[in-house]
């Protein structure tokens, strides 16, 4: 039963643009989330990052910032870098969901770098019934995404990248649901990104300062029937800076902090008798024109009389930021700890959890470990506690030094 509930809130991301919401809902501080297809790909996949509150965007350059940002790529020490992830996902719920993740990339010169990866969710058996309970067939649900990008430098200190990515989700296995046939849905979708780091001293400490940018998932919608109907991929911005400092000739330590927000339509407040929208703005909009419209299209609030509350929609626009915080420690670039946060308002999901890592570095090879441990309110348990994940990064490219 646990796997249909699984799966069914897997599709249901699809559909979510029509939610309505009524009054009491809204004035009750109920969830108005913003829900995408194919959510897999916002999904944190190496240690690292995991460990330190889900901060990528502009951290040092590794193995896995084709994730993160690709334009850190050209910024890389080694040619050549790989890394290995296992995410066993939502493991409070079912045993056999995991995300599997393989990134890496190869420097052209000392200023252009190409990255690559690719990522497989697989959702675990699920057991199909018709109406009568009787079991029609058992399916295993899985995405797929596959990207490539190209970092280059523009200066010592600035790089931009351009990505490209395949996207597949197959959830049904071709199954018929009240009569209309499913299909997987697929999409291409490309990311821009920059990145900026600049040394300088700290307290006399040598030190370097990051910014990063990156506009992620920008492609076509998605649909699991041949009907008109198509819905958002996770279309994301996220924006942060990173501090480095070198305590010592063994000591070094990183703060960091991400800002994202989703670049897709808010859900609207519609009226539950004549479905009509009250507050907010026609989801049903192309893809330009919803990334803008992301921006200014929250609904807000409404009083009992219907009448919007004064400064309600800014108020909601804000609350779907969410926020990363970390921290990374090195000694002697051999032995790493981290320890980070992220928070995401409860209106918009109540994502609320600290996270612990730590890594091991020895010559070529390094193994990363993080570890989740939820601080949301919300009742019930949360299905992302005691989240584990698993990195091994291969650094070929120290091979030759």
Not at 73 to 89: E, M, Y
Not at 277 to 305: L, R, Y
Not at 310 to 321: L, T, V, Y
Request: with cysteine; aromatic share 12%; glycine share 10%.
């Amino acid at each position: 039963m646990k796997k249909f509930i699984i799966f069914f809130l897997s599709v249901s991301c699809v559909f979510s643009a029509k939610a309505q919401i009524d009054y009491d809902e809204v004035l009750g501080g109920n969830l108005n989330t913003i829900t995408t297809a194919v959510p897999f790909l916002l999904i944190s996949p190496d240690s690292r990052s995991g460990a330190m509150g889900d901060v990528g965007v502009a951290t040092s350059p590794d193995a896995s910032s084709m994730h993160w940002n690709p334009a850190k790529l050209s910024f890389t020490q080694d040619n050549i870098g790989i890394s290995v992830s296992i995410v066993p996902w939502l493991r409070e719920l079912v045993p056999d969901i995991n995300l599997q993740y393989i990134g890496g990339y190869y420097k052209l010169n000392n200023n252009e770098a190409i990255g690559y990866e690719l990522r497989y969710f697989s959702l675990g058996d699920i057991t199909f019934t018709d109406n009568s309970g009787q079991v029609i067939g058992q399916y295993k649900p899985n995405e797929m995404a596959l990207g490539t990008a190209y970092s280059r430098k523009l200066s010592r200190d600035l790089s931009i990248a351009i990505s490209a990515r395949y996207i597949y989700s197959n959830l049904t296995g071709g199954q018929t649901a009240g009569g209309t046939e499913t299909v997987a849905g697929q999409s291409i979708s490309s990311d821009i990104s920059t990145f900026y780091t600049k040394p300088t001293t700290i307290g006399a400490k040598k030190s370097d300062i990051s910014v990063g940018m990156n506009i992620s998932n920008m492609g076509n919608k998605i649909s699991y029937t041949e009907t008109i109907t198509r819905d958002f991929i996770p279309i994301n911005l996220r924006l942060g800076t990173d501090i480095t400092t070198e305590m010592d000739d063994y000591n070094k330590i990183s703060f960091a902090i991400d800002f994202n927000k989703l670049l897709v339509p808010s859900p609207p407040l519609y009226d539950n008798e004549t479905g009509e929208i009250i507050a907010g703005k026609d989801p049903d909009v192309g893809i330009v024109t919803g990334i803008f419209q992301s921006f200014g299209d929250a609904p807000g609030e409404i009083d009992e009389n219907g009448v919007p509350v004064p400064g309600s929609k800014f108020k909601e626009e804000m609350r779907e930021i969410n926020v990363s915080a970390g921290m990374e420690y090195w000694y002697s670039n051999q032995f790493a700890l981290r320890a980070g946060y992220f928070h995401e308002h409860d209106t918009k999901g109540g994502r609320k959890y600290l996270t612990f890592g730590s890594g091991v570095k020895y010559n070529v090879f390094a193994l990363d470990f993080s570890y989740l441990i939820s601080t949301s309110n919300i009742g019930g348990t949360n299905p992302l506690a005691n989240t584990m994940r698993f990195t091994l990064v291969f650094d070929l490219g120290a091979i030759g030094s």
